[in-house]
């Protein structure tokens, strides 16, 4: 039975029972607590819980899942994947076991015709209900129902506040020949023989921290078949990558490494070849599944694990040859196995080739520099017979180079050698601590640890900027005092407070904290515990614990962080709208005088969107929308579809922000009531802040208007230094900016005709090695750049060689070394090359197989690195 008949098999089988069939939820759903859409129950909690109602009293629905807790089995394994489908039923207070039972046992034989000699039952060890109804309705052996514990036949193994109860399962035995020589081998045994086809749970409870069962407001059915196992066992294949839809696949995959790579590439070839086909495969169903539904590669939640697999298998096609970035090539093959149960696929098709893309290009780049480095000192501790690489240089290849901690660790263990974790956690740990900044006459994070002590703060700026209230403690450092003197700093916790905490992204507030002798100047406030910390000094006379003070937030200051914090939201809504979906917050900044906001995307923004956005933007200002703010349940807010931040805590009661029609998110920062109050919105600037993550700068309000007219100021300042009207300052400037480039090519041709060598002179000096025309000479009155060019021009006059010059450059060695392309597959490597020569040369460097440049300390030795370059060039060749 193929895949796709697999589907409308088991959709039509419980429809024509009652059945409401719903269509798969997203793979990821708005909820920040969860990264991916696990199971088919997943989007039917509440329903169980009895929270909300149930679309119906009997569902069935194919879910698309994804999970990475098995992402190293990947590919190795007979049946783990990343993305995959789960067939389901279910029942809100409906049927519960017997039903549950008879519909799976029907299907299973009568409509997939499978045989019931193969198939075992287990159960939950203290289930005689559904024990008896396998027995003596169902008519299966005694011996074929397995008892077993909670680790196996209860949903969830773990102990969650959630829908909880014990399950049935049919297993399937393939044979003595999967198996291991275990005598007693069953059921809950590890090795392939036996393989679970289908869970049914019986959810009955929720389960307290402690194990406390209460029960449901109404019991119910869930279960769960693993669509690409079934798949496997109905087709008769050893790996589910080998059913029909995945072949087409690989095929696919297959078809590009012959067509782009020129390399014969077939499933079967042999056991590496066949495990990166279906590491590839299965990544590519993944990344098309989950750009599909908005998904871009970011650096941290489902955008993080959607870069990670990309890269994963980026790395795996470079084993069957890959020449460069080709899993966008592949994203087509899965809509056109699967575009019929997802129609999503073929309407972002051109989104997720894009994206998919992008982020190859990206990681090529980043791959060269990191691999190179990681294989150099893979090789470096070999020699030193070392079998860990430091935590601090697998840190390195993290931070510098951009390569996962993942792909280190797996590159590593083929070389036979780990990698110590626990010293990248110490220093992963070490560069957070550097990041963190002090504030201003207080570090807190020393004060971090008096914060238990201290009583909460309650916030009231939200409606007033100005109140009376009482100081309960003062902190300096990591101590508790009683009281502060003039021109004393430290912080000021008091009982209530006007002044908004820095949290969010938003700046704290300033202002002063007073009584009739007393000022204390609040340079910023920060969260401390549940406590607001006043960040300051005293400015007159002497301020104790007790006291009853005014506390003035800077009024002008935080209406200008207001409408610096609307336009944020509203430059969200507005990136949403113009470039799609897929963009989420990353990260943001809220100041007084102007606004920064990271999210997810995957290339620059073009003028012209950058033109489109800033003009919605302002549209919404002139237009003068009210912002609502209201205080819910988060459950309310989600469903009401509120933006929540993925990574964020957040508690049962939150507050919102809602433009109408515009933007809904959770925020607990201050706001504008209106969005005309923010003036006017300029987008300062758009960047790159790391691979699949852009920043906007912006300004608000009279930021806004102090921008434009120093830009007017400016303009007209380079109008009169240039003698022309503002009008046609762009066009000088290009006009000057050619001729300047011209007169540096001069430059260079003048360099080029000096040296003292020339091109003909160096390509009547070649001499062969190994069948291959090797020019290595030293060449003097020469610059480095002079020294890259002439190694170009020799590799091309040459047409097939291979070229290492060197040249002193001021007081040291510079050293070039460039191979023809033909020569690459030869095993002519450039960067060893130039390293061999550079070691003698009391220098080091290396490279690319094509390029590659090196230096050295002693330029009395140039001559002694140019000769190594016979030996070392017949070494790569074999010869």
Partial sequence: MKCQDIRDSFLGYFEERGHLVMPSAPLVLDDPTTLFTTAGMQPYIKAYRGEEAPPAPTVASIQKCARMGDLENVGRSAMHHTFFEMLGNFSFGDYLKEGAIKFAWEYVTEVLEMSREPLWITVFEDDDESEDIWHTQIGIPIDRIVRLGRGENWWPEARWEGPCGPCTEIHVDRGLEYGCDDPNCGPACSCNRFVELWNLVFQLYTEAEGGALSPLPAAGVDTGMGFERLAMLLQGKQYTTETDEMAQII????????????????????????????????????????????????????????????????????????????????????????GQAYPELKERQAFSVEIVKAEEEQFAHTLALGLARLENLIDDLKKKS????????????????????????????DAGLSVDEEGFEVALAAQRERSRGAITGLAMHEAASVAAELKPSEFTGYTETSSRATVTAIVVGDELVEELGEGQEGAIILGSTPFYAERGGQSGDMGTITDESTSFAVSNTQPLGEAVAHVGVVTRGTISVG?????????????????????????????????????????SLVSPDRLRFDFSHHQAISDEQLVEIEDQVNRWVLADLPVDIEEMEMDDAIAGGAMALFGEKYGEQVRTVQVAGVSFELCGGTHCSQTGAIGSIR?????????????????????????????????????????????????????????????????VAARRMSASVSVPDLVADATEVGGTMLVASVVTDVDRDA????????????????????????????????????????????????KAAAERAGGGGGGAPGFAQAGGGHPDKLAEAIEVAAEALAEQLGG
Avoid at 550 to 574: F, K, N, P, Q, W
């Fill in 386 to 413: 070392a079998a860990v690489i430091p935590g601090d240089e697998a840190f390195k290849l993290y931070d510098t180079f951009g390569l996962p901690r993942e792909m280190t660790i797996e590159m590593a263990d």
């Fill in 251 to 338: 095929e696919a995959t297959s078809a590009v490494a012959q067509e782009d790579w020129d390399v014969t590439v077939a499933y079967g070839d042999g056991p590496e070849t066949d495990l990166a086909l279906r590491v590839i495969c299965d990544h590519v169903r993944g990344a098309a599944m989950l750009t599909a539904d908005g998904v871009a590669p970011t650096n941290e939640g489902a955008g993080y694990v959607l870069r990670r697999f990309l890269r994963r298998a980026y790395r795996f096609g470079l084993k069957l040859g890959a020449t460069g970035p080709f899993m966008h090539k592949l994203i087509p093959s899965v809509e056109q196995v699967m």
């Fill in 547 to 587: 006291q009853s003070v005014t506390a003035s937030v800077d009024d002008e200051r935080r209406d200008d962080i207001r409408r610096h914090h609307t336009a944020t939201h509203l430059l969200h809504a507005a990136l949403r709208q113009v470039l799609g979906q897929h963009v989420k917050q990353a990260g």
């Fill in 683 to 747: 987008v300062l600037s758009e960047s790159s802040v790391a691979a699949g993550t852009r920043r906007l700068e912006a300004v608000a309000g009279m930021s806004s208007v102090h921008h434009n007219r120093l830009a007017d100021e400016t303009l007209a300042t380079l109008a009169q230094a240039m003698n022309c009207p503002v009008e046609e300052i762009a066009e000088r400037i290009v006009g000057q900016h050619d001729r300047i480039r011209q007169l540096e090519k001069d430059v």
């Fill in 787 to 834: 020294l890259k060019n002439l190694a170009d021009e020799v590799v091309d006059a040459l047409g097939s060689g291979v070229v290492l010059l060197g040249a002193a450059v001021d007081g040291k060695v510079a050293l070039v070394a460039k191979v023809s392309e033909d020569l690459m597959g030869r095993g002519a490597h450039a960067g060893n090359l130039v």
